[in-house]
């Protein structure tokens, strides 16, 4: 499979490139249909992975796109076979990534160049490495900390320094992402709710407007100047005094924001404002104002957050969805070993926050994958899940993984859903349809660092409507097997795999553990 990178300025420049490719029964994939967050940058990653040759449609857009370039730095660290393919018009290639790559110009579909194309398509398919194991680290979601900083904003009060902190950070950012219009606008609108905030000081208010005039000046022309100045170190409605300031350069906007990985939305405006007073009142009625104000201002933080998140698909972290307070959940290693009859397993391997990659196993039927290995990518994929805890617990020493050796292996997850969504008891009724498709079939699943297969005798699907359970035997293996079992309680997803000699229920004792544990006073906040 080809994997082309492009960004999305250059959507109607790729339309020669895909039809050339197809035309010669290339399987293509590009990001085309899918929407925006964390789930879309995950699906990205997850055909770079996948693909045998990763295209680079380059342009100065593509040079100039975060998502582009991370995708790219990407596909060098899993060893794909580059092949950059010039689409638009380059400034420079000295100081890119690509400085040291022949580019083919397809500017021109010519016959030629097609064949051209095709042959260096070709070349690279015939060369593919394996993946490295263990794989890279994934990049960020682009743009990620949008999210962090509107978080920041959404606090009640902000001291004068925070402030000045956060000004300065938001101005360094529109520095950098200036060549990407969706950003620079998220930027600007949390420039404002920083400036509308009840406790802002009056100096970086008086900041902020000039750096907003800069903005948005219709003579700026195809560049805006952002003046900056140390701010935020005088107290609370100042006086104003005379600011030396240096200059920053941004360019202006010109066009929609669009590439190949996730976009901030930009988000609804404010609603209005009284103006505010340039200088301080002690009267009751502006007292009174300030607090409404104050009300309105954590509102509209709040959105802007929601929006920013829905954008680019951000997790919330709030208080009660903490990693560690999920892993405390999960049964410890002596209980583990007590149900499960063993002395000897330790956890040796853990995750806090994110699920676990699914390339690095193939089953087939591909469907069992649902089945056979909880936390998954693949699975867990826009099922809203906002945070993920695991731990794998066996003997140490061996592959980490079921059926080896005829180990005792118990694989622990627990996942938080929206509060109040009805999200975690939609994920098992979505998971109870993929396990009854791989009911009643022998499953192989393959794992990738080293070729070795397993097979695996899947059993019948039981359960109701919040929890459901599996049971699936090694074929050839003396009795080995596996329960698995998957239990919606309140917002939160148990997903449990115990396996060993003669398993029957030991996966929904540990269920059944951590559920308890969940029913505790305070815990399901």
């Not at 998502?67 to 990407?74: F, G, K, N, T, V």
């Not at 596909?75 to 990534?97: C, F, N, Y």
């Not at 208080?319 to 956890?347: A, E, K, T, Y």
């Amino acid at each position: 499979m080809l994997f082309v990178s492009y960004a999305s300025q250059d959507r109607p420049l790729i339309e020669n490139l895909l039809t050339t490719l197809r035309r010669n029964r290339q399987q293509v994939w590009w990001d085309d249909e899918l929407g925006g967050g964390e789930a879309w940058w995950h699906a990205i990653l997850e055909q770079i992975r996948r693909c045998d040759v990763f295209i680079v449609a380059v342009s100065n857009n593509s040079l100039a796109s975060k998502p582009c370039q991370a995708e790219l730095r990407y596909a060098e660290a899993l060893r794909r076979p580059i092949l950059p393919v010039q689409i638009g018009p380059i400034d420079s290639l000295r100081v890119t990534p690509l400085a040291a790559r022949q580019i083919l110009d397809f500017r021109d579909p010519s016959k030629q160049n097609a064949f051209r194309l095709l042959s260096s398509v070709q070349h690279r398919q015939a060369q593919v490495p394996t993946l490295p194991w263990p794989l890279p680290p994934e990049p960020q979601v682009p743009f990620a900390y949008l999210m962090r900083l509107a978080a920041v904003l959404s606090r009640p009060e902000l001291s004068r320094h925070q402030q000045a902190e956060l000004m300065i950070e938001l101005k360094d950012r529109l520095d950098d992402d200036r060549h990407d219009p969706a950003a620079f606008r998220d930027l600007t609108q949390l420039l404002r709710l920083l400036r509308d905030r009840a406790d802002v000081t009056w100096r970086i208010r008086t900041e902020i407007d000039s750096t907003l005039a800069s903005i948005e000046s219709p003579n700026a022309g195809a560049a805006v100047t952002v003046p900056f100045t140390q701010a935020g170190m005088s107290g609370p409605f100042s006086a104003p005094e005379p600011a030396v300031t240096s200059a920053v350069t941004i360019p202006h906007p010109v066009m929609p924001a669009a590439f190949s990985g996730p976009q901030p939305i930009p988000p609804p405006p404010p609603p209005p404002a009284p103006p505010p007073s340039p200088t301080p009142s002690i009267s009751d009625r502006n007292a009174k104002s300030g607090r409404i104000r104050r009300r309105w201002i954590v509102v509209g933080v709040v959105g802007v957050v929601a929006s920013i998140a829905a954008g680019i698909g951000l997790k919330v972290a709030f208080p009660q969805q903490n990693s560690d307070r999920l892993s405390g959940l999960l049964v410890s290693d002596s209980d583990v070993n007590s149900i499960m009859g063993g002395d000897d397993m330790r956890q040796v391997e853990s995750g806090k926050g994110a699920t676990k990659h699914s390339s690095w196993v193939s089953t087939t039927p591909q469907i069992c994958l649902a089945t056979l290995y909880p936390g998954m990518d693949s699975t867990y994929q826009d099922s809203g899940m906002q945070e993920l805890s695991w731990t794998v617990i066996q003997k140490r020493g061996g592959p980490n993984r079921a059926g080896e050796s005829n180990n005792r292996f118990a694989d622990q997850d627990i996942a938080v859903f929206p509060p109040n969504s009805d999200r975690a008891a939609a994920f098992v009724a979505r998971s109870a349809d993929q396990w009854k498709q791989c009911a009643r079939q022998v499953a192989t699943a393959t794992y990738l660092s080293d070729n070795r297969s397993y097979r695996w005798d899947v059993g019948d699907f039981s359960g109701g409507s919040t929890k459901i359970f599996q049971r699936f035997t090694e074929v050839d293996g003396n009795g080995y097997a596996c329960q698995r079992v998957l239990n919606a309680v309140s917002d939160y997803v148990i997903d449990v795999k115990a396996c060993g000699p003669g398993v029957t229920d030991e996966a929904s004792r540990i269920v059944d553990k951590i559920a308890a544990g969940l029913a505790q006073p305070g815990v399901m906040k």
